[in-house]
């Protein structure tokens, strides 16, 4: 089988799965794994298809006018520090910063498959489920309040948190400060519009 061959059976697959190992897809194609990763690559650099530790992800085409407002506040959300939400639909979500990644994955929680973040220090992609979340330190991003900034490691997290303070949390436990604080603070509430009157 070509190459092209074996990429549009890859991006049918996930067309119709959603998501796959790059091992599953180098047993199905009968190639080593170096080969697979080598069939991916230019459909991840051509925003075909997304890659995470956890594993290959179906892109569908974006809708210019949505894809970059947070699906939570509605502000600008292609930054670094937004976060993606993968829905079991297929549909991608974006959120302009993990503050609003974590509370929309709470409202829509049993509709995503898969909450994609990226490290603050490095810009690396990683699965929110197994970040490590920093909430309330002094350093301010410019994102919606509590602000979080995430970490790949609970390691960099305290040797920032030693430096900016804060509190370090795991995905559950950020997700539940979130809420503890929206409903103290009322902070970005989705789609409110304010009456002055």
């Known amino acids: ?49 997304l ?31 937004s976060v993606q939400l993968i829905k079991l639909n297929q549909r991608i979500e974006h959120t302009c910063c993990a503050h609003c990644g974590l509370l929309r994955y709470h409202q829509i929680e049993k509709e995503v498959s898969q909450i994609i973040c990226y490290d603050f220090l490095k810009d690396t992609m990683i699965s929110a489920k197994i970040a490590t979340f920093l909430i309330h330190s002094d350093l301010q991003i410019n994102t919606c309040q509590p602000q979080v900034i995430i970490f790949d490691s609970m390691k960099k997290a305290k040797q920032f948190q030693s430096g900016f303070g804060g509190s370090i949390h795991n995905f559950e436990e950020a997700i539940r400060v979130m809420i503890e604080d929206k409903n103290r603070d009322h902070c970005c509430q989705p789609n409110i519009k304010l009456n002055f009157s």
């Open 1 to 49: 089988m070509l190459r092209r061959e074996r990429q549009q059976q890859i991006l049918i697959w996930l067309e119709e799965e959603g998501a796959l190992r790059v091992s599953e897809i180098s047993k199905r194609l009968a190639v080593s794994t170096v080969t697979a990763y080598s069939d991916i690559k230019p459909l991840v650099e051509q925003q075909l298809i």
């Open 51 to 81: 890659k995470s530790l956890n594993g290959i992800f179906y892109m569908p085409k974006k809708n210019h006018a949505s894809s970059h407002v947070c699906s939570y506040c509605n502000k600008q959300s292609n930054t670094r520090l």
